[in-house]
DNA sequence: AATGAATGAGCATTCATTCAT
DNA sequence: TATGAATGAATGCTCATTCAT
């Protein structure tokens, strides 16, 4: 298996990477002590030594997979555009996670949601609604803040879960609402909203 | 063990409600064949003969929580209140499930969300959406109802994962809001407005 | 499952047909009442009403093979020209089971050698013995006749088992000298002999 | 069940013995993870460590068995003794095998022939030809003993599957044709051939 | 005569965890 | 400090067979 490496001192590290490719690939339910080893070309001992339990190892693939996502958020030049009105950005931005990144998306809303049964990874989902606090301070108030971060999960989720393209007029237009713009009507006409799946 | 029980028709749906409460218990990670076949008293054998797969018995537990939560959404006196304004209605609702419904709702969305991982589920998923809009249709136009589909699904999952109490005025702007009603603002100061945990 | 089908007479035969294909794709391990149900598009109940015990089942499909390589052994046109050598034919025929009809024939055998351990098809495969004895009547005396069969056995279980292309001369000139035509020489230079394998 | 051995060093080795016995007895349909522990008096999880496939321990089964037969072969009297002709020394070491060892003989067979559907054996199959071939080397040229070794397997199997005893002067008169010694006229009644079986 | 339902046994395999080194 | 060996429990699933219609 795995050959002999005295120093290794990323080891952890490369772990938790090769965790997150597992997860990717078979979700959640496809992650033990043994594929991550197998993943990370590292004995079977070395993750139970650097891990006791998979939940340990959950919380540091969340952690790490939020310290990404919450740095493309505060660095992405969407939100970075001063020109760039809220709920564009917002509307861009996730243009991008369902189009070209969407299996790190999906990883990392299956890990988020995994805290839903798993007390341990609460704390860390918490972490994460900080990362979009930071991205967003200053540009809203909090309480609009909370339902922009609300829309945006529904909104992904609906499109992770369906087959539907994304539309991303749609989702501008009803973020903007959110944002307190409430004359604002959907640019796209109300009989093609994306309510109705195209196909199975 | 369980008796024989030689005439047995509604065993397939004792097996759907025991797998309903194992799942409700332990989550999806608990349940199997032998957990469901322990929880409704019958033989294992008998699980597997009426699901030939786990994902099988998934499909018809989402699909029964579904009719279930079709039902309350759809004979809801709130929203067979003419008098009553949407968005209020939907954030009385989203109140009742989140407060005495709870444990049920927390069911029902780990339910929906295994269709991220689990495309045997997708189409039930897509059921679920169809009985959403069937409440909503005549009370606003699709686009909007998709959006407040994502936004109830979204304020759902913060307070389910978070620790905080439900805001339902809150809620109730936020609705309100993306109904169009733009110049809306919230009720609740915004410097309480639930984007900070409060415990934890 | 199945269309009800009032008067299916041949019902029995579907099945071993079933039963053929399925050993031809997954071998005799993959053999179940149920697998040659579903391959037969017939209810489970209807494959053990006929065959009582596996064993039945096989039986039968091994009697159909025989029959079906006995006459193409039988109506071979190598065989039947007067003109051709009996090493000569023998070698063509093999070729041919060993090239188009390969599936067939490791199906044949699988199914005759697992007499090896199953005492219900061990007559059948004794008539195996005697289809062959009736194709080579009246070519060569009975003790040839028995040898010339356990090289062919030999040689199809070598060019089945191992990786080598069908090398019909050095068969040819196998099979001339069990015939007794002693000082026959192999056409093919010796050091390029069948006897290793070419890759893997 | 088994004591706990700590140390057991022999352990995989037991587990091959132990497999050899079942599959002797039961056959290969009778070997499992399961059957293979009770043999070895060990606990399940250790075959299941020791041979992640069931493959595998086929595998291991096999490659004894070859070594076993391997070294009867080489390190027979009748092969070793410079007086003998190669015909009459492989007759005479077929008719101990058909005889006193016929267990280990039909052993060895089922194995070599699983690999017909099992292309895990194949390469190990192949072994057991080399082993044949470095016994042979230097008696004949590489082509007839291909031929040699194909008319052995035809007529071990012939004996195996049927129920008549082995006539050692048939296979000696037969081999002694593939040495190509074609004058070679069989010394027993041409009537008395082992073609018809004398029971059932 | 034919079949859907039912069931207990068994399967290969994966796993978290323990332990000795 | 790391890690290979070991193991009991559990998993999803298939099966031959029985039984009541």
């Known amino acids: ?17 090769a965790a997150l490719r597992v997860v990717g690939r078979d979700g959640i339910a496809g ?14 001992g070395s993750t139970t030594y650097h891990f006791g339990s998979l939940d340990e190892l959950l ?5 790490r997979t939020n310290g990404v996502f919450g740095r493309t958020l ?3 030049p969407e939100l970075a555009d001063p020109d760039l009105d809220l709920a564009t ?30 007390p341990a990874l609460r704390p ?13 301070a200053g540009r809203t108030d909090p309480a609009t803040a909370g339902a922009l971060v609300a829309m ?6 609906m499109y992770l879960l369906g087959g539907r393209p994304y539309q991303e007029e749609h989702a501008r ?20 909203a994306p309510t109705e799946p195209t196909g199975t």
Chains 1, 2, 3, 4 share one sequence.
């Open 59 to 63: 919380v540091a693939a969340l952690r």
């Open 74 to 76: 505060r660095e992405s």
């Open 173 to 192: 237009t009803m973020l903007a609402r959110v944002l307190g713009e409430g004359s604002e009507n959907p640019a796209v006409p109300l009989a093609e």
């Open 89 to 118: 950005a917002l509307a861009r931005v996730m243009g991008r996670w369902l189009g070209e990144d969407r299996a790190e998306l999906e990883l990392a809303y299956e890990l988020y949601l995994a805290a839903l049964r798993r």
């Open 1 to 17: 298996m795995a050959r002999p490496r005295r120093h290794d001192p990323d080891r952890r590290e490369r772990i938790v990477d």
């Open 31 to 44: 992650l033990s002590h043994r594929t991550a080893a197998a993943e990370a070309d590292v004995p079977l």
């Open 124 to 136: 860390v989902a918490e972490e994460w609604a900080g990362e979009v606090r930071t991205a967003l």
């Open 152 to 157: 945006t999960d529904g909104l992904c989720l």
